[in-house]
């Protein structure tokens, strides 16, 4: 790859501050890093003969990044269910067993990236299904695409169906086996990834602990406390724990690497053993309110005696958008409802570089600082009549980032670019 100019307006969102230059250059290296930002009228001279591609009024954004979403899911948005556990048994079950064919995860994992890149999200942290078939093929994907990856295998061994299950043993011994294939492999990393209690014996839980122990520098993905019926049915399963999360501590589940989706019902003890211990919850606004599961209480997590670490994610197929634009409009309105107001740059941040600290990558991606990876999102605040119309009363950047989120999808979405190489959208003309 050629080094190349990328204009418009520039903006990142860094140590809890929207920085932005309206007449903006950023220049991406050979090697598909950023080389330089800023003013294009102070462009050194050494950069002033590259390929360039203008996207003049339009925003030059890090990439989006989604911390919590389920790449056998893809196909089943807008799939019905009573509540949580009815529409896992009734679509997420029956539609990963399919992921046991080679053919279709691989064929699944194409079609899965480029509905996430169309959308301007260039990371992910990501379930597969229990089949190892399912994880070769979504690693692949990414690797041909140069993209940073994270994901594993899902566990379970108990109340799912038998395509759908695996045991202790063939879950520890497959897991440690992709960790070998995948972990640390170009851009793409590890996830040791027990489904939820739910679905894990304590056999289960004890060897997804032991594997954390084991491999420290892989992340771990879960979901806690997303439903009043998930929570009754785990103190059922485990009568001597004082909660739920004391359920996954007593594995060693908790820690610094450990992502814990939903989060919704937490009680106090609950946040001040996830805040000790480095935990991280993440925020999927879009699923919480499509399956009735109950409203994110942001300002509750994160009480500045007991902070717990918060990132966002369209949790899809239970989430009902691809788009982190949607995603973000929606952790507006609940945290609105919640009684905590929301700035728009307070959520492009979360979006992208507190995501990026969320999967222990801000170091390579989540911001435009000079030797990070070029994963770049130039999205266009005119993309629609209704967008456009919005755009011509807006008298400030927080008021065009608000308009996005509230008003932007895929349409949105210019160019997505992938360490430096643009994989969606057309060059503008010159």
């Not at 004890?206 to 406390?225: F, N």
């Not at 049915?233 to 501590?249: A, I």
């Not at 390579?364 to 994963?375: C, F, M, T």
Request: neutral net charge; glycine residues 10%.
């Amino acid at each position: 790859m050629s080094a190349r100019l990328l204009r418009g307006w520039v903006v990142d969102f860094v140590d809890g501050q929207v920085r932005d230059q309206r007449e903006g250059a950023l220049v991406v290296a050979k090697d598909g890093r950023i080389a330089w930002t800023g003013a294009h009228a102070r462009l050194p001279k050494s950069y002033a003969g590259l390929p360039a591609d203008d996207y003049g009024e339009c925003l030059i954004l890090p990439g989006l990044i989604d911390p919590h979403i389920h790449f056998p899911q893809y196909r089943i948005l807008a799939a019905p269910g009573k509540d949580l556990l009815d529409w896992l048994n009734r679509f997420t079950f029956p539609e990963e067993a399919r992921y046991r064919s080679k053919p279709h995860a691989v064929a699944a994992a194409e079609s899965f990236l480029d509905k996430l890149i169309a959308n301007g999200t260039t990371s992910t942290l990501a379930f597969c299904s229990v089949h190892k078939t399912c994880v070769d093929a979504l690693f692949a994907a990414a690797e041909r695409r140069n993209m940073a990856l994270v994901t594993g295998k899902t566990m379970m061994d108990r109340n799912a169906p038998t395509a759908v299950l695996d045991d202790p043993e063939t879950g520890g011994y497959d897991s440690a086996q992709l960790i070998g294939k995948w972990h640390g492999r170009g851009r793409l990393r590890y996830a040791i990834t027990p489904r939820f209690a739910v679905t894990s014996s304590e056999a289960q839980l004890a060897v997804s602990g032991e594997l954390l122990k084991d491999y420290p520098d892989c992340l771990m993905q879960t979901h806690i406390s997303e439903s009043a019926g998930e929570i009754d049915f785990v103190s059922q399963q485990f009568p001597w724990s004082k909660d739920y999360t004391d359920v996954y501590e007593r594995y060693g589940l908790l820690g610094p690497t450990s992502l814990f989706a939903h989060g919704i019902h937490l009680a106090e003890r609950e946040c001040r053993r996830m805040s000790e211990t480095g935990s991280a919850v993440l925020h999927c606004p879009t699923s919480n309110t499509f399956l009735g599961s109950g409203l994110f209480r942001y300002r509750h997590l994160t009480e500045s005696r007991r902070p717990v670490g918060v990132g966002i994610a369209t949790d899809v197929g239970g989430g009902t958008s691809y788009s982190m634009l949607q995603t973000l409009g929606e952790a507006y309105k609940v945290g609105m409802l919640g009684g905590h107001k929301f700035t728009a740059g307070d959520l492009f941040a979360m979006a992208t570089i507190g995501n990026a600290e969320r999967l222990h990558l801000d170091d390579e991606i989540g911001s435009l600082k000079v030797g990070k990876w070029a994963d770049v999102v130039v999205l266009d605040p005119t993309a629609t009549p209704v967008m456009a119309a919005r755009h011509e009363v807006s008298s400030s950047l927080e008021d065009i980032l608000f308009s996005l989120m509230i008003l932007g999808d895929d349409r949105a979405v210019r160019a997505t670019h992938i360490a430096g190489k643009r994989v969606h959208g057309k060059r503008p003309r010159q």
